[in-house]
């Protein structure tokens, strides 16, 4: 299950690969080729730049990119 905090706008490239459990918070975007693992919490204003890899149980805090 992918969950959008809200219905908030965001970016998810159609390419992503997004594990299980995972909340993108308003208006970030994932960039194409992104593997995102399993409980992943990605906080609003947030950039997934092309080609990364975020594993496991992480928390990305809000404004990163």
Same mark, same amino acid.
């Given at each position: 299950? /992918?969950? %959008?905090?809200?219905?908030? %706008?965001? +970016?998810?490239?159609? @390419?992503?690969? *997004?594990?299980?459990?995972? @909340?993108?918070? /308003? +208006? ?7 593997? #995102? =693992?399993?409980?992943?919490? *990605? =906080?609003?204003? @947030?950039? #997934? &730049?092309? !080609?990364? @890899?975020? &594993?496991n ?5 809000? !404004?990163?990119?």
């Amino acid at each position: 299950m /992918h969950q %959008f905090a809200n219905n908030a %706008f965001n +970016f998810v490239d159609s @390419t992503a690969k *997004i594990g299980q459990n995972v @909340t993108i918070w /308003h +208006f970030s975007i994932v960039l194409a080729d992104v593997v #995102i =693992g399993n409980d992943v919490s *990605i =906080g609003s204003r @947030t950039e #997934i &730049g092309r !080609g990364s @890899t975020i &594993g496991n149980r992480t928390r990305i805090s809000s !404004g990163v990119f």
